[in-house]
């Protein structure tokens, strides 16, 4: 399991950085948020793997470390999540008005010279 | 037993700006007299705030450390704010640069566009969070909501030169919040906390395979606090985007470039000090050749520009450059000096943003074509007649509010910039007790940074000459009170820098003192009880 994850969250990091070298805005704006999915799975394994595992304790029960999952990452992701998608739709619109200003999608705000 | 009011002093600064700003957004825009007076009262309030911590701190509480717990969750389990000496100076800081800001865009900028003083507001919430926080992710939360707001400010009075430097500018720190991200991830999964003084206090302990887990996930993190404070190779973003954004906006950017060199400094100072096993001194000489590389880099970029807005971002640079060589050389007696050199070259810096706009209004566009054509062409310009005719006013304090600009940013005498510069020299020098004597890296620091004062007056004094006796100027500018008071005020508080050196070193001393004793927080935050709930008292 941890090498499929680690893998996957490489690859989609991976897939992320080729994208944000790219020139157009959307393809920035795309691996931008690639590479944001690839660093939430990444908090989230780290609080170790685990199958089965509540992060709660059932009531009545002596908590025991052992068989419960960490909660403290899965409460980060869950705040990253929310600050990344706020931060990326307002690059958008910032994006949106760029296009529209320069009458270009290049990130330069200008077309290369062929 | 309730909790003295004076504890709670310790979250107004994050609490205050944040229900002013949201009060603020539903209001429309045409009521800018209301929007702007309670934004000015929330400023007024948070330098009182910070003032009365300032000497809460310095006289009061125990050690100088008082950690405030969100929801009262004791130390290492919820998230805990510090007030410490350093973090009210810095608090202090804050609210004096935003009154000055706040005033100057009182009769245009504030005006002009939505939402001005709503994210104003959010970006001193973002700020003041990141000095007060002693939580890692609480520190990211922070950042987060000071950049979100600083991109909203960047872009305000939109036009194609500040929507081009905004798509840099945000996606470099879109970039660099990831890797914040996945450095408090490392040092979660290898330590288990977040809490800065819990972390500081397992450190020493941890295993060799840990360790190095654990000071990966540290540079990592470090590399978004440095794009943020600009060291080199991550900086070059920094004088597009200060160049292109409004006067008010861009002095509140010179603070945030130094929140990073600040939070450098603490969480070095804090979990890697001198006595903290094998993870000792990691990373400082990083730092300090990685500040002195910024410095150069600065400096080359001062003397190839000739706009001042540029001009200003690369002295930014350099400043914050030396701060971080300052951080990385690993003397406690030149943190000191290193710390009233952060002060006065925040202050001067922000001041010469201000200044910047009134500058640019006696430029006129022929001027400005001239010095371009003198530069390609050398061309030798006849000087017209003098007329005999006296300076006006507005001319005789732009040129010498420039003039005092420049040579506090340069550092020569007789204001704070050569204090602050004389301090860490005066430290190189004497290391203090139990420091080895200045070797080859202590005289490179000094060579630089005296070649970086001797490059930023050349540079200011070409711009002066050109600008103020070259210029071909019609007639003089037309200045706005509320325009040249918070200006005036900057250069006031320099003055009362220099005037007043003594008592704000001692302070300093006092206060860079406590940042080399990491068991001090150790103590103070996870040893303060958390305040006994309403069952526990009536038992």
Same mark, same amino acid.
């Given at each position: ?114 | ?16 700006? =944040? ?6 957004? &539903? ?71 935003? =009154? ?25 919430? $973002? ?25 909203? =400010? ?28 996945? $450095? ?92 903290? $096993? ?30 001042? $807005? ?21 003397? &406690? ?151 040249? =008071? ?54």
């Amino acid at each position: 399991m941890e090498i499929v994850l680690s893998l996957a969250i490489g690859i989609v990091f991976g897939s992320g950085i080729w994208l944000v070298l790219r020139p157009r805005s959307f393809q920035v704006l795309t691996g931008l948020m690639l590479m944001s999915y690839a660093v939430n799975l990444f908090i989230f394994a780290m609080g170790r793997l685990s199958l089965d595992q509540p992060p709660l304790t059932p009531v009545g029960t002596v908590p025991d470390p052992a068989v419960l999952a960490d909660p403290v990452p899965q409460a980060l992701v869950l705040t990253a999540i929310v600050i990344g998608f706020a931060t990326t739709a307002l690059y958008l619109v910032v994006m949106i008005g760029a296009r529209g200003l320069s009458g270009t999608d290049h990130v330069d705000g200008e077309e290369p010279e062929t | 037993m309730s909790l003295d009011w004076t504890r709670h002093l310790v979250i107004v600064p994050i609490l205050l700006p =944040l229900l002013c700003g949201a009060l603020l957004a &539903p209001l429309t825009e045409g009521r800018h007299r209301l929007k702007f007076a309670a934004a000015y009262v929330s400023v007024c309030g948070l330098l009182a705030t910070a003032l009365a911590l300032v000497v809460f701190t310095d006289t009061r509480w125990p050690g100088g450390v008082q950690p405030y717990f969100a929801a009262n969750w004791a130390a290492p389990f919820g998230i805990a704010l510090v007030a410490d000496r350093l973090s009210a100076l810095m608090l202090v800081l804050t609210a004096l640069l935003a =009154l000055a800001a706040l005033h100057y865009a009182q009769p245009r900028w504030g005006r002009i566009g939505v939402h001005f003083h709503s994210l104003f507001q959010f970006l001193l919430m $973002g700020i003041n969070g990141a000095f007060l926080t002693h939580d890692l992710f609480n520190l990211f939360v922070f950042f987060e909501v000071m950049l979100a707001a600083s991109y909203g =400010l960047v872009l305000h009075g939109y036009n194609v030169a500040r929507l081009r430097a905004s798509m840099q500018y945000i996606a470099v720190n879109l970039a660099a919040s990831l890797l914040f991200l996945i $450095g408090v991830a490392l040092v979660y999964a290898t330590t288990g906390t977040l809490n800065m003084a819990d972390l500081a206090r397992r450190v020493g302990a941890l295993a060799p395979h840990s360790l190095g887990l654990l000071q990966a996930g540290v540079a990592v993190m470090a590399l978004a606090f440095l794009a943020k404070g600009a060291m080199w190779p991550l900086g070059f973003w920094l004088p597009t985007t200060y160049a292109a954004a409004s006067p008010p906006v861009a002095a509140m950017l010179v603070l945030m470039t130094k929140v990073g060199a600040y939070v450098v400094l603490r969480i070095w100072l804090l979990v890697f000090p001198e006595s903290a $096993g094998a993870a000792a001194r990691f990373g400082y000489d990083a730092l300090l050749w990685g500040g002195m590389a910024t410095i150069v880099f600065g400096a080359a970029g001062m003397l190839a520009t000739d706009t001042l $807005g540029r001009m200003a971002g690369y002295a930014a640079i350099v400043s914050s450059g030396t701060l971080l060589a300052v951080i990385g050389y690993g003397q &406690p007696a030149l943190v000191k000096a290193g710390l009233y050199y952060f002060v006065a070259s925040t202050i001067a810096l922000s001041a010469f943003m201000l200044l910047g706009e009134l500058v640019d209004r006696i430029r006129t566009p022929a001027a400005a074509v001239l010095a371009l054509t003198a530069e390609a062409y050398a061309v030798e310009d006849t000087p017209a007649e003098p007329k005999g005719r006296g300076v006006p006013a507005a001319m005789a304090f732009l040129s010498l509010a420039f003039a005092a600009c420049a040579l506090m940013i340069a550092g020569l005498p007789p204001l704070s910039g050569f204090v602050a510069k004389f301090g860490m020299f005066h430290a190189l020098v004497n290391p203090g007790q139990g420091m080895p004597p200045i070797g080859a890296r202590g005289w490179t620091l000094m060579a630089l940074v005296i070649a970086s004062g001797l490059v930023a007056i050349v540079s200011l004094m070409r711009f002066g000459v050109r600008t103020f006796w070259a210029a071909d100027i019609l007639g003089p500018p037309r200045l706005h009170a509320a325009e040249v =008071l918070p200006v005036a005020a900057l250069l006031a508080v320099s003055v009362l820098l220099t005037v007043q050196a003594e008592p704000v070193y001692r302070y300093l001393a006092r206060a860079g003192a406590d940042l080399h004793r990491p068991g001090l927080y150790i103590d103070r935050v996870l040893g303060t009880p958390p305040v006994p709930g309403p069952a526990a008292e009536a038992r």
